[in-house]
């Protein structure tokens, strides 16, 4: 099926694309974030995320994990665990920065992590246990754009994971 607008004959896709971007354009000029979801996924990150530009966009520095095991070496993954323990920990901690800004995990749009490899191989299956805890959930179905990169390792040898957030104000 094909349609003529203004002299230019378009095809039916076109026509829905043009039609979801004027959509999606008037939804952003009304100051909604719009959070696209990824085509024929569960995976629990948006596809992308419409900031409009009457928003306020906070960038939070980048979390490590904090100690669970104050008796351990500081320096060691005994004193902050596993990667799906410390994936808490350091959303915890976001958690708790958001806060403080008067924001929520709800808010956040933006997600970069950076993961150590143990033994060669990045526990991302665990990382995905402690970040589906925050994100995807019944209480919290907002989905950020995310991007995770191996690391050959962060400041503390104890550390498996840095996350840096960005969150815009409601």
Known sequence: MSTLISGYKMSGLAMGLMMLTAA???????GELIRHKLPNSDFPISLAVEVPANK????????????????ADPNSLKAFGTIEEQTV??????????ESLNLTMGDVYRMQVFLVAEEGKVDFSGFMKGYTQFFGT????NLPVRSAVEVAALVN????????????RP
């Open 24 to 30: 999606s354009s008037a939804q952003a000029a009304e």
């Open 56 to 71: 306020t966009v906070v960038h939070l520095s980048g979390q490590v994990p904090t100690v669970i095991d104050d008796k």
């Open 157 to 168: 040898p104890g550390w498996l994971i840095e996350i840096e957030v960005s969150a815009v």
């Open 89 to 98: 920990s350091t959303l915890k901690a976001i958690e708790k920065n958001l």
């Open 138 to 141: 019944k209480e919290q179905p």
